[in-house]
């Protein structure tokens, strides 16, 4: 399994966002996406969601080009967003069977993979309860528990620390790295770098819509001749200390 993100340029309007957006993820590892607020991570992962259509590019998992059937390309990933997404008129277990639904599993299968994670983050006795009472971290751990049912080739994770507590991060990140040892690949969004560089295999640093480093810590290193310095380091100086 490998994901392709070829040539991607595209946006909201008339004027690129993002421009020759370049990278592949492979198979059971965790890549890291970061860069200054309005860099182009969130547009590169809508394109990617097949929420903007690109003016230019392909986008490809496993073979299948999002261009030529795009219902087979998103039954193999799933998302968790920056904020949660909640229907006010759902319970927990009708969110649960609505993205089984989507994914074609059936609610038995759906509920059995939802127990242990609904055991992980406490959410087991909630299942009748509409989670538009909840609270925002107890919406992302349903947004969660949704994405993690659906046991995609790809997860795209958007800031998915946002609201949680510090048992709910760790529960999070548990996650990601079993997901990874399955053989999954996991693409995060994320702005705490020494939680990135803790548990990323490799980083994409994306500025001003384009790509301005990419590889493991070492090849990061090399690449800016900062050798010995941290994530957050290398982040700044080329996101901010160079001549961009």
Do not use: W
């Not at 510090?166 to 990601?176: E, R």
Request: negative net charge; aromatic residues 6%; proline residues 4%.
């Amino acid at each position: 399994m490998s994901v392709k993100v070829e040539h991607l340029t595209g946006g909201y309007g008339k004027k690129p966002v993002i421009k020759d957006i370049n990278f592949e993820l492979e198979q059971g590892e965790i890549v890291g996406l970061i860069g200054l607020n309005g860099a182009g991570k969130s547009t590169t992962i809508k394109h990617m969601l097949g929420l903007l259509q690109p003016t230019e590019g392909e986008l490809v998992i496993s073979n299948t080009n999002i261009k030529e059937d795009v219902e087979a390309y998103r039954r193999k990933l799933s998302y968790i967003p920056e904020a949660p997404v909640i229907y006010d008129e759902l319970t927990l277990e009708e969110h649960i069977y609505m993205t089984a639904m989507a994914y074609n599993i059936s609610r038995e299968e759906a509920l059995n993979r939802a127990k242990p994670l609904l055991k992980t983050f406490r959410l087991q006795d909630q299942m009748k309860i509409f989670p538009s009472h909840f609270s925002k971290g107890m919406k992302q751990k349903v947004m969660i528990i949704c994405a993690f049912i659906v046991d995609p080739e790809l997860y795209i994770i958007d800031e998915p620390f946002l609201g949680l507590d510090p048992l709910g991060i760790q529960s999070m990140l548990d996650l990601m790295v079993d997901k990874k040892k399955e053989g999954r690949t996991v693409l995060m969004s994320t702005h705490i770098l020494a939680t990135a560089e803790r548990y990323c295999d490799r980083f994409i640093i994306i500025d001003q819509g384009e790509i301005v480093a990419i590889g493991n810590l070492a090849e990061l290193r090399d690449q800016t001749n900062m050798h010995d310095k941290t994530l957050d380091e290398i982040y700044i100086e080329v996101t901010q200390g160079g001549n961009r």
